[in-house]
């Protein structure tokens, strides 16, 4: 958790903002890092809790911060959608009058749930009353707003009685979108045509056993390719990866989390990046690898259909779609795709004028 600045360091002429983060891990800290390293003309308030124990963050952040948070208000608060801001606010008086902005990193109604995880919409209501409890709400892609409507209208219908009127259209009426940006990644000059990375978390929620079966009807078909296989995984293999190292061990060029300087040349070296992805909001790390020239393959989806072009896209879920796909690129490099609209170029005078219009029509104090 970063210590709050002291009061003599502030500046007087700087509007004050608590970034509250309650789950610091993946894009929520690159997100809050970024905010806080560019945006210098704010005196940022941050305070963060560890990315871990995703039940008790969720529910418990209020009590964290219960006797963590200063007296004086500030111009501000952007919390993530981690954040209970509803309770906070009843639980700080102070805090009732401050505007507040909702940023959704992910939402619960469209996170899906692995085997060992009870189904409940405790979790989904905390959302829902942060949002309902803050003057705007962001969200990071399209996909991720329309998820989370949609998921509070199916709630509603379900509901016995006393629904309330007009609500979804309420949080949509004062609902925007504003990416988190990345930082551009230059490519290689003698990039590799036949390599392929991945570079998301082995988890349930990325699907990596689709990739190794694609990767397999890929070497039937007699494709020569090579792999980079990164992202962050636990300490005891998962299957898939197990099977990826038994079935394409002669192909594999890296294998392990790696630093940041190293994470940039395999991009930079990549021909491909490929998702198989049953859940993603944004993904930066398809969007990084996509920025350093690799062609991008992913499912035709969740955020994906907002930001690639129907060529990159395969039908979710189809290992031989993605494996034919793999095998046209391989074949015949295709160019690379633009997204500069993610770049932190594009996005920063987006995130200004976001911090600095609340403060001003929200009547706040500063």
Not at 185 to 198: E, Y
Not at 288 to 317: I, K, M, N, T
């Amino acid at each position: 958790m970063r210590p709050l600045a002291p009061p003599h360091l502030a500046s007087q002429n700087h509007p004050c903002i608590w970034l509250l983060s309650a789950y610091r891990s993946d894009s929520h800290a690159w997100w809050a890092d970024w905010l806080t390293s560019r945006l210098t003309e704010i005196d940022w308030q941050v305070r963060e809790l560890p990315g871990r124990h995703f039940a008790w963050r969720i529910r418990g952040n209020p009590l964290s911060w219960l006797d963590r948070l200063p007296k004086r208000s500030p111009d501000l608060i952007l919390a993530t959608s981690m954040v209970d801001l509803a309770t906070l606010r009843g639980i700080h008086p102070h805090l009732a009058g401050v505007p507040a902005i909702y940023y959704f990193h992910e939402n619960q109604f469209a996170y899906p749930r692995s085997e060992q995880q009870l189904s409940t919409i405790d979790a989904a209501m905390v959302q829902v009353y942060g949002a309902l409890a803050a003057d705007r709400v962001l969200f990071n892609s399209a996909y991720n707003r329309a998820s989370f409507l949609q998921g509070l209208e199916d709630l509603l219908a379900r509901l016995p009685d006393h629904q309330p009127i007009g609500l979804i259209e309420r949080l949509a009426r004062k609902s925007e979108i504003l990416p988190v940006p990345i930082a551009p990644v230059t490519g290689q000059d003698q990039r590799d045509p036949k390599l392929i990375v991945w570079n998301h978390r082995w988890e349930y929620d990325k699907a990596p056993q689709h990739f190794v079966a694609a990767l397999d009807a890929l070497a039937e078909s007699g494709i020569d390719f090579r792999l980079a296989v990164l992202g962050k995984r636990p300490d005891r293999a998962p299957r898939a990866l197990v099977a990826l190292r038994q079935h394409h061990a002669k192909q594999i060029v890296v294998d392990g989390r790696v630093s940041r300087q190293e994470y940039e040349h395999w991009l930079g070296q990549a021909a491909i990046v490929v998702s198989t992805a049953r859940h993603e909001f944004q993904g930066l790390g398809v969007l990084e690898a996509a920025s350093a020239g690799a062609f991008p393959l992913v499912p035709d989806d969740l955020c994906y259909r907002e930001q690639y072009p129907q060529h990159c896209r395969y039908p979710a879920g189809n290992t031989q779609a993605l494996a034919q796909k793999l095998r046209a690129a391989l074949t015949c490099p295709p160019r690379p795709v633009d997204i500069s609209g993610y770049t932190e170029a594009s996005l920063l005078p987006r995130w200004q004028q976001a911090l600095s219009t609340t403060r001003k029509f929200m009547n706040c104090s500063g």
